[in-house]
């Protein structure tokens, strides 16, 4: 039997439940503590195993792209800080996202 590699997570609704919360912010970029509802999602996907992982959004959901896309600054500044467990950490989860 194949193992499981990806993953696809739909996040294209419009969040009308939540509103007026959801008026400013997507649902899934919503907060659970300290980090957006869509980043547990991602992180329990990586921890079973994905290897690949597609995000499919709707129109007007530019913070979920927004939240994993490349930070080039970002990594330069955890580089040049010397964090490199932390610099691992954001090359590994940006490299398997894929935002449709």
């Given at each position: 039997?194949?193992?499981v590699?990806?993953?696809?997570?739909?996040?294209?609704?419009?969040?009308?439940?939540?509103?007026?919360a959801?008026?400013?912010?997507?649902?899934?970029?919503?907060?659970?503590?300290?980090?957006?509802?869509?980043?547990?999602?991602?992180?329990?996907?990586?921890?079973?195993?994905?290897?690949?992982?597609?995000?499919?959004?709707?129109?007007?959901?530019?913070?979920?792209e927004?939240?994993?896309?490349?930070?080039?600054?970002?990594?330069?500044?955890?580089?040049?800080?010397?964090?490199?467990?932390?610099?691992?950490?954001?090359?590994?989860?940006?490299?398997?996202?894929?935002?449709?």
């Open positions: 039997m194949k193992k590699r990806k993953a696809i997570i739909p996040a294209a609704g419009l969040g009308t439940r939540f509103l007026p959801t008026k400013a912010l997507p649902k899934e970029m919503l907060p659970i503590v300290n980090k957006p509802t869509i980043q547990y999602i991602v992180e329990e996907a990586v921890n079973a195993g994905m290897e690949e992982i597609i995000i499919v959004t709707g129109k007007g959901k530019r913070a979920i927004d939240h994993f896309d490349y930070a080039y600054e970002l990594e330069q500044n955890l580089e040049h800080k010397g964090k490199l467990d932390l610099l691992e950490k954001v090359r590994e989860s940006s490299k398997s996202i894929f935002i449709t």
